[in-house]
């Protein structure tokens, strides 16, 4: 992930390939780096110039191991049996509606009996999302809440990262940047709105319109999830060296309004 203002500057310490700020100023968090890098950003850009229901114990286990690629039977159908998945290209237009908002420490997540998180794990983090373009806008959403809870983000990130060739190197980056980490310092996480870059079944990218508030001010940020339907559920491709990518954006104009 990449950390840069709009015009593409560095902005920064933590804005090296990988996940860097993620849930972003959420961090992967700050176990990916993720958390920490958007805080970081957000400290620069402040400065002027000069739950769902919780399946079953054995359930969760299970869906929580990424070990072997499971089979092609076993690749479409969810993790924990969400029907209503759209395997084909689609749209998404209209904000998806949710049964409620929680929240992981100060940031808001849907919370939807159709589109996810339909179960929480052992270790206490969410998944299991519906094979949908909804369902992948939730992934995002939940994924930027969980990476703010530093300690569930280090069990989390194992989850969430698909299998793939960068997988072992985004690890390993997010653990570097997180032992770096800067200590001190918050910021207020808000989810004010959505784009749906791209779908197709297998893949999904979407730009969440995040309002961070930190030191007084205000700044909004673009954070595009590029997600994999990897065994069972979304998860953050690691088909790229850059699955998250975050800049700062003037406003949120052009996004699908949407938030607690």
Known sequence: MTTADAGGTQAGPFTRPGFIASALVVALVAVLGLTVGILTAARDDAVPPGAGPTQEPALATAAATAAAAPGPEEAGASVCGLGGEVPGPARLEAAPQADRWDYQGTAAYPVSAVYGPAAT???????????????????????????????????????????????????????????????????????????????????????????????????????????????????????VERPLDVVTVPDAAGYVSWGS
């Open 121 to 239: 794990s052992a270790q206490g983090y969410r998944y299991c999302f519906q094979r949908s373009p909804e369902g992948a806008v939730f992934a995002a959403a939940n994924a930027l809440a969980t990476g703010t809870d530093e300690e569930l983000a280090r069990t989390w990130i194992d989850y969430f990262l698909a299998p793939g060739p960068y997988r072992e190197q985004l690890l390993g980056d997010a653990s570097a940047e997180a032992s770096q980490a800067p200590q001190g310092g918050s910021a207020r996480l808000r989810i004010v709105g959505f784009r749906l870059l791209s779908y197709a079944g297998e893949e999904a990218s979407v730009d969440l319109a995040v309002r961070a508030s930190t030191q007084g001010r205000d700044i909004t940020l673009s954070m595009v999830y590029h997600l994999q339907w990897s065994q069972g559920d979304w998860r953050l491709s690691a088909a």
